[in-house]
């Protein structure tokens, strides 16, 4: 069974561009969640899409935002992007809402900003 | 709302040592914990969860945790580590009904020969 992929692997963009990162969750799981994993902060919650729909958001300004299509498979973008998105974007996927099976994470993409 | 509290950011440990890692949490509903590992340049690969039930909890590669309500520790344990399980852990809590995971600051085990 396939696990969580996540494409690209590593990404280098300079200030102000955008950036778009893509999850497949495994297969059957609607629920994904991303975390963005820096030194300073730890993993923060993003946000998280079940059927389709944000269900839950952190607290992360507007420029971050992502949507999840009808096979399950979710994209996140962050636009005008900072040197401070510097980070590991992880993406996590469980079958149900809620991660109470516990989530299974895929291996990241590491976002460089320039 | 719920927080995570790992007491130990670096835990040094000789091989075939036993070895505990601290977690403390809070929060104002039942919850759900887990403890995850990641190796350098990996993602978060699941040890163990605690969702009800029996306290004592066996996870994958000889990790086992204990959950206890009255102190809200969920501590990590094994009681003989391998150079291979050098890397950092996780402990993260998920409010039951919730849908996010709240993480600890992380707990690198470091184990030398």
């Known amino acids: 069974k396939a696990g969580v992929t996540q494409t690209p692997r590593y990404l280098i963009k300079t200030r102000g561009q955008q950036v778009t990162l893509s999850c497949s969750p495994i297969s059957g799981h609607r629920s994904v969640s991303w975390y963005q994993q820096t030194p300073g902060q730890g993993l923060q919650f993003l946000f998280e899409y079940f059927s389709e729909t944000q269900r839950n958001k952190g607290n992360f300004p507007g420029r971050f935002s992502g949507r999840q299509f009808s096979n399950s498979r979710s994209e996140m973008n962050v636009s005008t992007l900072e040197l401070g998105d510097s980070a590991l974007y992880l993406c996590?996927?469980?079958?149900?809402?809620?991660?109470?099976?516990?989530?299974?994470f895929g291996s990241g993409t590491r976002l460089t900003v320039v | 709302a719920q927080s995570v509290t790992q007491l130990d950011s670096q835990v040094p440990v000789f091989e075939e040592a036993p070895v505990e890692l601290r977690c403390n949490y809070s929060s104002s509903v039942s919850v759900y914990l887990f403890w995850y590992v990641q190796y350098p340049n990996q993602g978060l690969q699941l040890l163990l969860k605690?969702?009800?039930?029996?306290?004592l909890v066996k996870g994958i590669n000889g990790f086992e945790a204990e959950f206890n309500k009255s102190q809200t520790s969920f501590h990590l344990r094994k009681p003989s580590v391998h150079i291979s399980d050098t890397a950092e852990y996780f402990c993260?809590?998920?409010?039951?009904?919730?849908?996010?995971?709240?993480f600890g600051k992380g707990t690198m085990l470091l184990v030398s020969p």
């Open positions: 996590a996927s469980s079958l149900e809402q809620g991660g109470g099976d516990g989530y299974t």
């Open positions: 993260a809590v998920s409010g039951a009904g919730y849908s996010t995971l709240t």
């Open positions: 605690y969702l009800s039930g029996s306290t």
